[in-house]
């Protein structure tokens, strides 16, 4: 996520919040409309190409290579299998023809090719390892590539090879912003070349996703005489077409392009062409299928999200998206969906808005069960806690504690489990492909309700590692203004609940734009400030000043010198200071005179808030 646009979206929540408006853009192709009689080359209405087995593995269809029967090919616009010959008609619309890559082969060569272009055949080389039920993934996102991040990505391209996944997923900002408030082309060309050559020393394919800080020149789509997409040309040129599918094992991949431009400002959605193309990819599946959809702006911050969602609701789909520079695991529509933290943490100012450290996700794939792991970089031994149930971490009766060892090539062997500082008891050990997990039933009946911290220990050949967790025993799971407050890092990346009466009210009014604004809510014990940003679909409501409201929000940090730092390129510093009035001294981080932090209470969706 750009920093520009989320910064606006958080300072404009109590004065004018600035945000995207969402129109999608749409990816069409010329067609040559020049008149015959004028000796012209007739007009070219269709593509034709073969896809074939490539034997030789040259990219070239030899005179006895043999074609490949009922393989998916698109423009983009529609999709088409192949004949028994393994020949095509497409026609000629789009800025691509690809090919959908099955589960049983690779691409020997190129597996997409410019509308633009005379010749549409397709090598594929057979690739049964591509067939089995289980295999790993990694999904990275955010990496944000500059000088300043370069060490960190460098980083992470050599844990990959360390990791060996099936294949790697990165869901877009693969790029910094340049001077300005969206980075040229040429700035893009080259970040976008320095990524390629680090990914390019991988032996594993690598899928790329297009993410808003990757349109590069956004004002050329509402210049005089714009064309649509425009701001897309520097990354089709490096990476190729912006939305495409590929198979692996029972699962069909789906790399989805929410980005789109109107009235000069980014926006997110899939319509039009995408729409239709979506639709056509997924008539080829049957509605068992499991599908993984790639993005990288989750679908809450689309708008009119709900005709992809209900398509997808038909399969047994997962969302996997970025953004937000947060983890957060969320139910899109009936979709789960999995937002990874940033591997470039607060745009290089540090950890995530979540506290997690900057890295990327691992994924593990197991027939039909997927488990994964947020894996920081530069971890050797490292401990994640996943929660236990919705509410964590408010916990209440029996809870079964699931802690999850990644000791990268090591051994572990044990992990145990202590409550404040009671006794540490043994955990049942599971091995699988890349980490340790580690189980205990806990009853919570033998502590008073309240805050208890529970450690988790794992030894093993890397050595001795623990972390601690905070969490409440309590069957009450709305916190006051007073605890959030004093428990923040607890909260931190998590869903609370929070009740009170509106002090301040800017949802849906003239003082915020459609999808944004802000709230001050008090309860007896203090004041909270939440806001929202990119919530159209469903509509923020229109919340009365003195009307009491529950709502659920997800506590993330900001550091001051991100907040102030050049990254800021929309002016919003001048509205956070404006803003410190406003702002809760609870939500407020400082070391004597010395702003530290600031805390703010995201609402990710608009039917979080419910008025009583």
Known sequence: MTARNLVSKLALMVLVLVTVVAVGCSSGGNQNNNNNNNNNPPVVTNITGTVFLDADGDGLKGTAETGIADIVVSNGVTATTTGATGSFTLPKEGAFVFVTVPNTHAASGVWYRSTSYTQFDFGLKSAPEKSGDDFTFVHVTDVHLDAANLVTFDKAVEEFKGISPAFIVSTGDLVNTGDGTTISEAQAADWFTAYKNAMNSLSMPVYNAMGNHDAANLACETAAGATAGCSKTAF????????????????????????????????????????????????????????????????????????????????????????????????????????????????????????????????????????????????????????????????????????????????????????????????????????????????????????????????????????????????????????????????????????????????NTGMAPEGSGGAVIVDATGKVLIYAGECYSPALPTVATGSTIKVTVVPVRFTWAFMTSSLDREGTYDQFTLQEGMLPAGQKEDVGATKVARWYMRLVSASDITIL
């Open 236 to 507: 089709r040129t490096n990476f190729g077409p912006t939305y495409y599918s590929f198979d692996w094992g029972q699962y069909h991949c789906v790399v989805l392009d929410p980005n789109g431009v109107a009235t000069g400002k980014e926006s997110f959605s899939v319509t039009g062409s995408q729409l239709s193309w979506l639709q056509a990819d997924l008539a080829y599946r049957a509605k068992s299928s499991p599908v993984l959809v790639f993005t990288h702006e989750p679908t809450s911050s689309w708008r009119s999200p709900e005709t992809v969602l209900n398509l997808l609701k038909q399969y047994n789909a997962r969302i996997f998206s970025g953004h937000s520079h947060q983890d957060l695991l969320m139910d899109s529509g009936g979709v789960p969906e999995q937002v990874t933290a940033a591997l470039s943490g607060e745009w290089g100012h540090g950890d995530n808005l979540d506290g997690r450290k900057p890295g990327y996700r691992i994924v593990s794939v197991t027939g039909s069960v997927l488990d994964d792991f947020y894996k920081e970089i530069d971890s050797t031994q490292q401990i994640e806690v996943s929660p236990a149930g919705a509410t964590w971490p408010i916990i209440n009766g029996q809870v079964e504690l699931v802690a999850k060892v990644f000791s990268g090539a090591g051994t572990v062997s044990g992990v145990t489990y202590g409550v404040d500082n009671a006794t540490a008891v043994d955990m049942t050990l599971t091995t699988g492909a890349k980490w340790v997990t580690a189980r205990a039933t806990w009853d919570t009946g033998s502590v008073a309700q309240g805050y208890h911290k529970i450690t988790v220990a794992a030894t093993g050949s890397a050595g001795a590692s623990q972390i601690e967790e905070e969490v409440k025993v309590s069957t009450e799971t709305t916190l006051t203004a007073a605890e959030l407050h004093a428990h923040l890092t607890t909260y931190q990346g998590h869903y609370v609940t929070l009740q009170g009466t509106v002090e301040l009210a800017l949802f």
